[in-house]
């Protein structure tokens, strides 16, 4: 249930570490501006991640009801996914801040 919180938050120090900005300082490199860098407008970005923790949310009701083989695979499939999704977001911030 927390993954989508904690993602953005690995997400936002991880980059602020790479680029030498305190990790304390505010910024617009949350998952949602990345979002809306992509090209969503404000309102696309919130039901993208609202979704998303939908989606989140239900695998951990299935995870739940139906035990140890649904979660493994559950974790198998999120982590791939969020390896990914954590890479090409952490390249649009990159990109649309460079000169």
């Known amino acids: 249930m927390l993954a989508l919180p904690l993602f953005d938050a690995a997400l936002v120090t991880v980059s602020r570490a790479r680029r030498g900005v305190p990790i304390s300082q505010g910024g617009s490199d949350h998952t949602s501006h990345r979002l809306v860098a992509l090209g969503l407008p404000k309102w696309g ?3 993208v991640l609202w979704a998303v923790q939908g989606v989140l949310a239900a695998i951990t009701v299935a995870c739940a009801a ?7 695979a559950s974790a198998a499939f999120l982590g791939v ?8 977001l952490e390249r649009v911030h990159r990109s649309a801040s460079a000169p």
């Open 45 to 47: 970005a919130v039901v």
């Open 66 to 72: 139906w035990g140890k083989d649904v979660t493994l």
């Open 81 to 88: 996914v969020g390896i990914v999704a954590f890479v090409a």
